[in-house]
């Protein structure tokens, strides 16, 4: 007596069930499955084997998506049994077409029994069949519609329609299945961004917070209109002209969030976050620089798209001019501003960080003495006379606050007169003054 294994499958008779042990051979190792023996080996046979194989044939062939049959052969045993030798197949997961790409629709062999893939089983067998390009592996989601894509390319005046899905990495070049590309563009796309102003520079008291999903296209525009609601205005006088300054330059802030967007990676599922208080704004994406390239690399202009179809799809609708520029114009829009962009990485984030201009610009003008003392310069004062002296970062670290915050705090105290710099750079330290001008003796 023969018993099933983890390659061999038995079925009393046909019926759609046995699309699903296809499946799985065709996914896990290959198999072989007998149509008309029972679960205990016994041959039962057929009723009419000639109509039983054109509906085995034609249903495999129908039912299963990517196309499987040529890993697939069949035989005739005795003139009662099927036999079908199933091969792996090169273009994994196969699935159900009805159920689409999906744990109930991709079925992997474990043990004697055909069970649903996991996620995480379907995503490896993508990464194997297709390569490690995210943007251009297969997307587990088949059922995508492109409402926001089509009214974006509209109002750029670039065609978009099926006829050009190839050409733009939509569609793979060997069958009609949708990339992750397309998952991206979709109105499916299950990526977001997520935007928080705060009170306080250190980003702890939220005041407001919003999310923005759909497509790509959608979150780019409710994204920059959101920062361009935060994005204040300040007047100030030129005798009696008023002279009004936006706290970010505009081209700054749209290039800032389109690299964030471009050059995200997608293969994680985390959210853009862009945190914004009265000094800053941080743009975080997932996925630290590519390899070979430094920050410096970056500020120079020097770029290594993460998902170059992307980017050539917002090089098409002339969001981005070519790969690099935008990191190398925010710089430049800050050239005459004494507190430049940032951009901080780890691992797996890159941060840029734009400084506000009417912040960076508040410092005090010579003469000007009318600040108030505050908790913050009281806690400077108690340090120094404490221990002498105070550098940048004993202040930074004392008070929790970044480099920028440090570096306005110390320039009112010493346009107050509450303390006096000596040395430059890392020798730089604070020390106090007295009341009438002159420095204390420690």
């Known amino acids: 007596m023969t018993y099933e294994t983890e390659n061999i499958e038995f079925k009393s008779s046909f019926t759609e069930e046995l ?12 198999g072989v499955i007998y149509v008309g023996i029972d679960n205990e080996g016994n041959a039962v046979g057929l009723t009419n084997v000639d109509d039983e194989y054109t509906r085995i044939t034609n249903g495999i062939r129908d039912a299963i998506a990517p ?11 005795e003139n009662k049994v099927v036999r079908i030798t199933v091969q792996e197949g090169d273009h994994k997961p196969y699935y159900i077409k009805a159920k689409g790409m999906k744990p109930g629709g991709v079925y992997v062999r474990q043990g004697t029994s055909s069970v649903p893939a996991s996620p995480e089983q379907i995503r490896r067998m993508i990464k194997e069949s297709d390569g490690d390009v995210y943007e251009e592996m297969r997307s587990t989601d088949q059922e995508l519609t492109f409402d926001a894509a089509e009214k974006a390319f509209k109002r750029y005046k670039t065609e978009f329609n099926a006829s050009k899905y190839r050409v733009l990495g939509i569609i793979q070049d060997n069958d009609e299945l949708y990339t992750n590309l397309a998952f991206i563009l979709s109105d499916q796309c299950p990526y977001t961004v997520k935007a928080a102003v705060f009170s306080d520079v250190t980003n702890t008291v939220f005041n ?3 999310e923005f999903g759909g497509s790509i296209f959608e979150q780019l525009d409710d994204a920059f209109s959101y920062l361009m609601i935060c994005n204040k205005k300040r007047a100030s006088f030129s005798g009696l002209e008023r002279i009004e300054k936006s706290d970010y330059p505009e081209e700054a802030l749209r290039e800032a969030l389109l690299n964030a967007l471009v050059h995200r990676d997608y293969s994680y599922s985390g959210s853009i976050i862009i945190n914004i208080n009265e000094q800053e704004i941080e743009f975080i994406s997932i996925g630290g620089l590519v390899s070979g390239l430094s920050t410096d690399d970056i500020r120079s202009g020097i770029s290594q798209p ?5 980017a050539g799809v917002f090089h098409r609708l002339r969001l981005i001019e070519s790969y690099g520029t935008g990191i190398r114009r925010i710089y430049t829009l800050y050239a005459d501003h004494p507190v430049k962009p940032r951009i901080e990485t780890t691992t797996n984030t890159f941060k840029i960080v734009l400084p506000n201009m009417n912040y960076a610009v508040s410092l005090p003008s010579p003469g000007k003495t009318n600040y108030e003392i505050t908790e913050q310069m009281k806690t400077i004062i108690d340090y120094i006379e404490k221990n002498g002296s105070i550098n940048d970062e004993q202040i930074e670290a004392l008070l929790n606050i970044k480099k ?12 107050m007169l509450l303390i006096k710099s000596s040395g430059r750079g890392k020798t730089k330290v604070y020390s106090l003054y007295n009341d009438n001008g002159s420095e204390k003796n420690h």
């Open 19 to 30: 699309y699903k042990e296809v499946i799985a051979f065709a996914n896990v190792n290959g």
């Open 67 to 77: 196309d499987v049959t040529m890993f697939v052969r069949y035989t005739i045993q």
């Open 208 to 210: 407001d917070s919003k």
């Open 306 to 310: 993460r998902n170059p179809k992307l």
């Open 404 to 415: 920028t915050r440090a570096y306005v705090l110390t320039a009112q105290m010493k346009e």
